[in-house]
């Protein structure tokens, strides 16, 4: 297996008494496109900004592209292979998207002028009208631009698509698709719009108070997990460790598991349960039973691992 | 690249201080030969009397831009990257491959040529016209006057710079700077005059050396010990300030 894109080893940051991230372990592979959920505030954009050297760990270790960012020589090496979104899309507010792509070429070696021409065509990005008077949207696509013509190995890109349209939105996923995710690059992204990350996700990750709750392939997803209704007396919170999440609905209990969802039902069967449904489950579906607060959920950073296999304690 | 963004922020500050700098200069040098006849406003080229005159429009231009440094300083400073937080374009700034403290003393670099040429142009354009006018060209206090008007003001760009990184904000590094002057200055005053304390004048020493050296009274010893102060404060009050950009996070 080759030299991880991203690599975190029990990254924690706190501020104060606060810990934003804890423990977090990722290992994403080069070409992976990874999406990073989670709810506002469980450490998304954190995480990235550590890997950015916009905010230093207070535990644990980091890779990016095999380099330490932590290192302000290597810092360099990285700043200039990784392509960067914030949330924040705040750009100098005099300069016209022309400016801005002249002043940011020349910071990359790698920088394409037809990739950025291409780009402000098929967002129809005003390119000689004042940042600031653009409108949100448009502010967020010259963003986009400066990002995706860099030429870049990794994008970090955090909640890339927001305050965009529709139609803008699916011009933005083609593009990534097309142009990057063909090119085998390695795209670290969060958004809220889970349909987003499901078109262009292959990984997902799902963040809830500074810990990764799940780690999984999409298609893994798809195809192995399984929500459980149950009905019954006393059933057990975590009867098995392929168990992601349980939570009480009324007067049915609700299982999602992460494999062998017939063998598990009939365990619970065995036990005089009643199995009401054993339907597949969205990642919608999967990030709210993960993520509400009144459900128990999955304690542990599923980390690197292949799939989900956390289990209670 | 980011020396273009520095020179683009700074560049209508820039514009203003030469233009208003120039113009102060050059109506100073031409002063002495307006008169008035008739209602009249007239060039008399005759009024020029070389040594008597050109000493009062050096100590004229002095008093009237020897302050030019401090606020060029203060405006240029403000647009330090620790400027950049509190709107946010830090991100992008950041995030690209170079070290905030290149960073930082690229726009040093930038703010100091400015500085130099807003106090250089104007008193020179003024000292070569008003040679011409009075086919005198003893003036050497006139000809180090930008150069000490400049010495004094990098210091002051290097602390504009620092509370810009310590406030986190371009205004917030304006105002406190210019507090922070304005109290050191006034409380020397408050001191001096009562107290009979004599406060240093720190960094300020050859701008005040300048200033007492008005015509027909001897030349004072040069303050050189202030004059290496300026210059070490020039280095040092960026260093902080790059040091503590490199601790920030955002």
Redesign the interface.
């Known amino acids: 297996m080759s030299e991880a894109a991203i690599l975190t080893e029990g990254l924690g940051k706190s501020f104060g008494t606060q810990a934003a991230v804890s423990n977090l372990n990722l290992q994403i592979q080069p070409g992976a496109v990874y999406g990073f959920l989670g709810r506002n505030g469980a450490g998304k954009t954190t995480t990235m900004r550590m890997l950015l050297g916009l905010v230093r760990p207070s535990k644990g270790s980091m890779r990016v592209l095999g380099l330490d960012p932590a290192r302000e020589a290597e810092l360099m090496r990285i700043l200039e292979r990784v392509a960067f979104v914030p949330q924040r899309k705040q750009l100098y507010g005099w300069a016209t998207p022309a400016e801005l792509v002249r002043m940011n070429k020349a910071y990359f070696p790698r920088w394409s002028d037809e990739a950025a021409a291409g780009l402000a065509q098929r967002l129809e990005i005003p390119m000689k009208t004042a940042f600031k008077k653009l409108s949100i949207g448009n502010q967020s696509k010259v963003a986009l631009l400066l990002a995706l013509a860099q030429g870049a190995e990794v994008l970090i890109l955090d909640e890339p698509t927001a305050g965009l349209d529709p139609v803008m939105v699916d011009e933005i996923l083609r593009t990534l698709i097309e142009d990057h995710v063909s090119q085998g690059r390695t795209i670290f992204v969060s958004s809220h719009h889970l349909g987003e990350v499901e078109q262009i996700c292959d990984w997902v990750g799902i963040l809830e108070e500074g810990r990764l709750l799940l780690e999984a392939r999409l298609e893994e997803i798809r195809q192995e997990f399984r929500l459980v209704i149950v009905s019954g007396e006393n059933l057990p919170d975590a009867p098995s460790a392929d168990v992601v999440s349980a939570m009480t609905d009324g007067r049915f209990r609700r299982y999602v598991l992460a494999r062998e969802a017939e063998r598990f039902a009939a365990e619970l069967r065995s036990q005089g349960a009643a199995i009401l449904e054993i339907s597949p489950i969205g990642l919608r579906e999967l990030f709210l039973h993960l993520v509400r607060k009144e459900a128990p959920c999955t304690p542990g950073n599923a980390g690197a691992k292949a799939a989900p296999v956390s289990s209670f304690s | 690249?980011y020396a273009?963004?520095c020179w683009?922020?700074s560049r209508a500050s820039f514009i203003f201080f030469l233009i208003m700098s120039t113009a102060v200069a050059l109506l100073i040098t031409l002063a002495p030969g307006l008169k008035e006849q008739n209602g009249w406003w007239h060039f008399d080229r005759s009024e020029y009397d070389p040594s008597p005159t050109t000493q009062m429009v050096t100590y004229q231009i002095l008093s009237s831009l020897g302050a030019m440094g401090f606020l060029s300083a203060l405006f240029f400073g403000a647009t330090a990257s620790g400027s950049e937080i509190e709107?946010?374009?830090i991100?992008?700034l950041?995030?690209?491959?170079?070290?905030r403290a290149s960073v930082t003393w690229i726009h040093w670099g930038v703010c100091v040529a400015e500085m130099l040429v807003v106090a250089v142009v104007p008193i020179y354009l003024a000292a070569a016209l008003l040679g011409s006018l009075t086919r005198y060209w003893q003036m050497p206090l006139l000809l180090i006057t930008p150069w000490i008007i400049f010495i004094v003001g990098v210091p002051m760009l290097g602390l504009t710079t620092l509370m810009t990184a310590l406030r986190r904000s371009g205004k917030g590094g304006l105002l406190y700077t210019a507090g922070v002057v304005t109290v050191y200055v006034i409380v020397r005053q408050i001191v001096t005059v009562p107290l009979h304390l004599n406060l240093p004048t720190l960094f300020a020493g050859p701008l005040f050396w300048l200033m007492n050296n008005k015509p027909f009274v001897p030349l004072s010893a040069f303050p050189w010990g202030s004059l290496w102060r300026a210059v070490f404060l020039a280095a040092a009050l960026p260093l902080a300030a790059q040091y503590l950009l490199k601790r920030a996070?955002?």
Not at chain 2, 94 to 99: E, I, K, L, Q, S
């Open positions: 690249m273009w963004k683009r922020e709107p946010g374009t991100e992008y950041w995030t690209r491959p170079r070290t996070e955002v």
